[in-house]
């Protein structure tokens, strides 16, 4: 150690740190150690202990907050910040990848494309979400972005001879690089009137500015396309339903919950943090965004006869209602996003893991007639499926009703009453396309009679998921007090 | 106005002036005697073999994308170049790990094949 | 002799930028809306050296360093995605690649 890299310093990277180190490890492994390719699947042991030492080390950093009573830690001269904020997204992503690895060898053994650099992209894409996270420089929070969005252009485009998946690569890695082009572009003008690349700073010089500095608005717009893409909000959403279905669906769980929850963590910390004292200016952007997100995710979901298509535009809705969260901008709202994307994690993976199962040799299995006829079939996975939809429909006792409940109610409690009834609108809508998928498993009659492609883990994943989402909704407190801790202020 | 620019203003005339004198005196002096083979691209007798627009093969590409990084990675190692003796032993251990990630996917590059020519 | 006004550098990095923008959103061949990409991402490196040379910091620069690097990666990602599309359709006209419809 030393005066460039104290043990501070490490202490608050050591996750990304081992996160990236087992990354590398199983790139050389996956050779050396494992040539057989039905081998392969030992690689998930890296995975876990990667995963364990991350889990072991934000469990370390929470302890050490409590024990010195702080709320946040930070390093190399505040451009990393542990805090609350950062601990909580990261277990978000901890779990988020930990089942896409579980669930993904038969997965891709189907395919025909089961590579051992898979399980390394994992991990590498997450290190990128842990620097999202808890980053508060501009540097770090780009070099964490590109670092998740390159392991993710890979990802989408993994099935090398799949048409529809080349072509959701090159759709999500275009457009993904023009938004990034537009992020770094207001990065620079936050640099130009701060004169340092730390959040902290660049928040002080843009508050000593007037509301309506055409610099500040300049900065304000371009970063915020490129953030409004990442986490596919309208008019920037048109990638997210191509790279959805055609990425490989363990491919579009984990860039659906964790990629978004990663993007959500950034748009927090940039707009909480430097933008916040032009709240007056983005406020009413933002609720023009978020209302036309949520119409174009909900309406354009009617229409859908891919689940994967489907739950894209769903998933594109709810980056609108968490929008509104931001908008509300109080406490309740703030915290309202964190407990809607730890909901979001749970019953949305859940939801792709049973179409994951419906991959099988020679059937695709992502239409609706595919689903058709589930619960003759298969009746655990048909139940499943049933409460992930509700819960996604935003419907009690489900979790998902917990995180509306609390978008709309920071919502009326900061007096935006339109934006709640318009919220409240779009569910019945939402629960007329999710219902469709519900008549198709339980009335109509199965068109084939192959069975599930089902594994241990993918077996253990669905559990998991599918009783925190009964759980969360049931019995919600000691989630909401995890929830709690992760306020930025 | 910008005095400094004197020069460059000169020595973009020179520059410019240069060649035109060069080709006009060129064709004032030499005889003229045109015929097919001076229009050739190369006098030395060997034909074109085909145009230089065409395809080329799938392996360049991908020794261009391993150029690419491995290249434009370097970028790193200048920096520390320039502050060589005020980091010290900690750059150098630095500059280790970097490298070690790099050799990392280099193993990995070579054992995939990708260095191979086929 | 005098400086070049800063101003001019920044108008420039934004008429660059905004180049970079149309090209990616008329040009057709996918190589040459990558390219486009690049320049914008060059134009905000541009930008980033004016400052850092505007304010006398050195972070900047550094900026520019990464933004150059995470500009090589995704080029080399970039390529790559090309070629398999290459290899499975015979065909880089973006118009083209679009089979997945509504």
Redesign the interface.
Known sequence: M????TSTDHFTIIPAVML?LFG?AI??FD?LVFPDPRQRKYLLIFVALAEGFTGYALYRQTEWLTANGQTSLTGFGGSVTVDGFGIFFNWIFVIAAMIVAVVSYKYLEISGEHHG?YYGLILFAQSGMYFLATGTD??TL??GL?LMA?TF??MV?FL??D??S??????Y??LG??S???L??G???M??MA???KLAVVAEAIRQRPLWDPVVFLALATTSVGLLFKISAAPFHMWA??AY??APTTVTAYLAVASKAASIAFLLRIFMGPFWSAKEVWEPILSVVAVLTMTVGNL?AI??TNIK?LLAYSSISHAGYMLLGLVAGNDTGINGIAVYVMVYTFMNLGAFLVVVALRRQNIIGEDLDDIAGLMSRSPGYAVLMLIFLLSLAGIPPTAGFLGKYYIFLSLIQTGHFTLAVIGTLYVAVAIYYYFKIVRSMFIRESTEKAPMATSAGLRLALGVSGVLTLAIGVYPEPFLRLAQTSLLR | MPSGYIPILIFLAVAISFPVVAILAAKLIRPAAPSVIKLEAYECGIKAASDSRGRYTVRFYIIAILFVIFDVETIFLFPWAVRYRTLGWFGVAEVAVFLAILIVGYIWAYKKGALEWV | MTEVPISWFLTLSAVLFVLGVAGFLFRRNIITVFMSIELMLNAVNLTFITFSYQLKRVNGHLFAFFVMVVAAAEAAVGLAIILTIFKNRGTLNIDDVDSMKN
């Open positions: 030393s005066q460039f890299y990236a590398c790139l050389l050779f650099e501009l540097i780009f070099i590109e390159l252009y890979v485009g090398r001879t048409k529809r080349n072509e959701a690569a090159i759709k890695l275009l690089a023009f990034s082009g537009f770094v572009y990065f620079s003008l640099y130009g004169g340092s690349t339903p191509d279905e055609g354009a229409n859908q298509r």
